[in-house]
């Protein structure tokens, strides 16, 4: 079992920034698959970044150029530096975990069905 405690979440103006912090525990060695996703109301949650084993990584093209996603092994700690920040990123964002080991690629393509663990989520509200 996996779990995991979301927390950097808040309110800023568009073009403003924000750095989500994902703490897991209860799993002994690097989680082989984690990922950050999304759900704003009324819509599908999506994938906004994923991470693998080997450190590779992807993000949905509407974040491109703008979040980057990382990871303090020591720590167990997963982030998601977000820049540039606009309204239609206003969502719930959570974090997700899997032991199963599959490709970055394969984990935002899969989507949420990739992730048995996901946490609580933390919100991001961006105004205009």
């Known amino acids: 079992q996996v779990q995991l405690v979301e927390s950097g979440g808040g309110s800023v103006q568009s073009g403003g920034s924000l750095r989500l912090s994902c703490q897991a525990s209860g799993y002994a060695h690097r989680t082989p698959s984690m990922g950050w996703f999304r759900q704003a109301p009324g819509k599908e949650r999506e994938g906004v970044a994923t991470?693998?084993?080997?450190?590779?990584?992807s993000y949905a093209n509407s974040v491109k150029g703008r979040f980057t996603i990382s990871q303090d092994d020591t720590k167990k700690v997963l982030y998601l530096q977000m820049n540039s920040l606009k309204p239609e990123d206003t969502a719930m964002y959570y974090c997700a975990a899997d032991l199963r080991a599959r490709s970055a690629s394969s984990l935002l393509q899969r989507g949420k069905d990739s992730f048995a663990f996901w946490g609580q989520g933390t919100q991001v509200t961006v105004s205009s």
């Open positions: 991470i693998d084993l080997d450190e590779n990584i």
